[in-house]
């Protein structure tokens, strides 16, 4: 399997780039739906291009996942997945590695990308912008997976109650987050605090770093996704006996697996259905917090939650609101960039070693 590895900067340089051929028939409905996108049916996600010529065929298939967690972490888990899509498909499949969800967003819609996993929340950002059209969602035998958000604090916390959390310093994961902002916008205030009035707003970039924050204590609590935090604790990067939930949500859809909206009919059929038939290897299903399977699933009908919580917040997935995470992810970057640099230069040097 190849990895791929493109930056923030080079894929989300602040703004989108303009989709290639972006050039359109007349559209009779587009909704949410970015230009260059059309929506005839109404499902709200993008149609296929209705010109032959605009139908992609690609001899290699590209594939991304969420970065929501360390970026590297999955690139050799879905190494079987990756297998299968290459024997079922009959094309070369590669692992794509995004270090953002804005540039996991701007690979397919320039085009570099076929095949993603997209957050929940990123993923509204995918359809709108991106042409995506989600059509699994991760599950098990039961049905397909949803997680929680979960507010967590130190077990060790004097932070018991969500009121316990003015005057506190409280990690959000990125602006765009579903779980890790803009529910709990949305939620909180009726809880009786309010983010960024009753508290102090922290973007770590990351559900998995705001739980290593608030493990360290340079967080006194943080809203997460349920699943990212279990995953954790199965793989031994944190401790459950260490935090205390607080509050948490009613279930939202995990991950989507989507395709971009320009693939050959015939060729988007046969990876859904590759999918579809897929069942996860026992490492996979570990890290995948117990799934084995990929369940069918559409963004009109599972994604509905989430677009009520950012209609709630006033927060549409429009290509202003992506510039702007997308920048605030850059500056993110570049302040953990110079941390680390800081750390390194300030860390005392090693002793040489004595020469008799």
């Not at 997945?81 to 320039?110: D, I, K, P």
């Not at 999918?275 to 995948?288: E, G, I, M, N, S």
């Given at each position: 399997?190849?990895?791929?590895?493109?930056?923030?900067?080079?894929?989300?340089?602040?703004?989108?780039?303009?989709?290639?051929g972006a050039a359109q028939p007349a559209c009779e409905h587009r909704g949410a739906l970015d230009d260059g996108y059309c929506d005839?049916?109404?499902?709200?996600?993008?149609?296929?291009?209705?010109?032959?010529?605009?139908?992609?065929?690609?001899?290699?298939?590209?594939?991304?996942?969420?970065?929501?967690?360390?970026?590297?972490?999955?690139?050799?888990?879905?190494?079987?997945?990756?297998?299968?899509?290459?024997?079922?498909?009959?094309?070369?499949?590669?692992?794509?590695?995004?270090?953002?969800?804005?540039?996991?967003?701007?690979?397919?819609?320039?085009?570099?990308?076929?095949?993603?996993?997209?957050?929940?929340?990123?993923?509204?950002?995918?359809?709108?912008?991106?042409?995506?059209?989600?059509?699994?969602?991760?599950?098990?035998?039961?049905?397909?997976?949803?997680?929680?958000?979960?507010?967590?604090?130190?077990?060790?916390?004097?932070?018991?109650?969500?009121?316990?959390?003015?005057?506190?310093?409280?990690?959000?994961?990125?602006?765009?987050?579903?779980?890790?902002?803009?529910?709990?916008?949305?939620?909180?205030?009726?809880?009786?605090?309010?983010?960024?009035?009753?508290?102090?707003?922290?973007?770590?970039?990351?559900?998995?770093?705001?739980?290593?924050?608030?493990?360290?204590?340079?967080?006194?609590?943080?809203?997460?996704?349920?699943?990212?935090?279990?995953?954790?604790?199965?793989?031994?990067?944190?401790?459950?006996?260490?935090?205390?939930?607080?509050?948490?949500?009613?279930?939202?859809?995990?991950?989507?697996?989507?395709?971009?909206?320009?693939?050959?009919?015939?060729?988007?059929?046969?990876?859904?259905?590759?999918?579809?038939?897929?069942?996860?290897?026992?490492?996979?299903?570990?890290?995948?917090?117990?799934?084995?399977?990929?369940?069918?699933?559409?963004?009109?009908?599972?994604?509905?939650?989430?677009?009520?919580?950012?209609?709630?917040?006033?927060?549409?997935?429009?290509?202003?609101a992506f510039d702007a995470e997308s920048r605030r992810e850059l500056e993110a970057e570049a302040r953990r960039r110079a941390a680390?640099?800081?750390?390194?230069?300030?860390?005392?040097?090693?002793?040489?070693?004595?020469?008799?």
């Amino acid at each position: 399997m190849k990895i791929i590895l493109f930056g923030a900067a080079l894929l989300a340089g602040g703004a989108l780039l303009p989709y290639p051929g972006a050039a359109q028939p007349a559209c009779e409905h587009r909704g949410a739906l970015d230009d260059g996108y059309c929506d005839a049916n109404r499902d709200m996600v993008a149609d296929a291009p209705t010109d032959p010529a605009r139908l992609r065929n690609p001899s290699t298939l590209v594939f991304a996942y969420t970065p929501v967690e360390d970026p590297a972490l999955y690139a050799s888990q879905f190494r079987p997945l990756l297998e299968h899509l290459t024997q079922c498909t009959g094309r070369r499949t590669v692992y794509f590695q995004v270090t953002s969800n804005a540039a996991q967003v701007e690979a397919m819609r320039s085009g570099r990308l076929h095949i993603a996993g997209f957050s929940t929340g990123p993923t509204a950002f995918a359809v709108n912008l991106a042409g995506a059209v989600p059509f699994a969602l991760k599950g098990n035998a039961e049905g397909f997976e949803a997680y929680r958000v979960v507010v967590l604090t130190r077990a060790d916390s004097n932070i018991r109650t969500m009121a316990d959390l003015r005057g506190r310093r409280v990690a959000h994961t990125s602006a765009t987050s579903n779980s890790g902002n803009l529910a709990p916008r949305a939620f909180f205030p009726g809880l009786g605090v309010t983010p960024d009035t009753d508290y102090r707003v922290v973007y770590s970039g990351g559900h998995d770093r705001s739980v290593m924050g608030v493990n360290s204590g340079d967080f006194d609590a943080a809203p997460v996704a349920s699943d990212v935090f279990n995953r954790m604790v199965a793989r031994g990067q944190v401790r459950a006996e260490n935090f205390r939930t607080i509050w948490q949500s009613d279930p939202f859809p995990t991950s989507s697996f989507a395709l971009a909206h320009d693939l050959q009919p015939e060729l988007a059929q046969r990876i859904r259905q590759c999918f579809l038939d897929y069942r996860f290897p026992p490492a996979l299903v570990r890290d995948l917090g117990g799934n084995d399977r990929f369940w069918p699933a559409t963004y009109l009908e599972h994604w509905a939650p989430v677009r009520a919580v950012a209609d709630a917040v006033n927060a549409p997935y429009t290509r202003s609101a992506f510039d702007a995470e997308s920048r605030r992810e850059l500056e993110a970057e570049a302040r953990r960039r110079a941390a680390r640099e800081q750390q390194q230069q300030q860390a005392p040097a090693a002793t040489p070693p004595r020469t008799q």
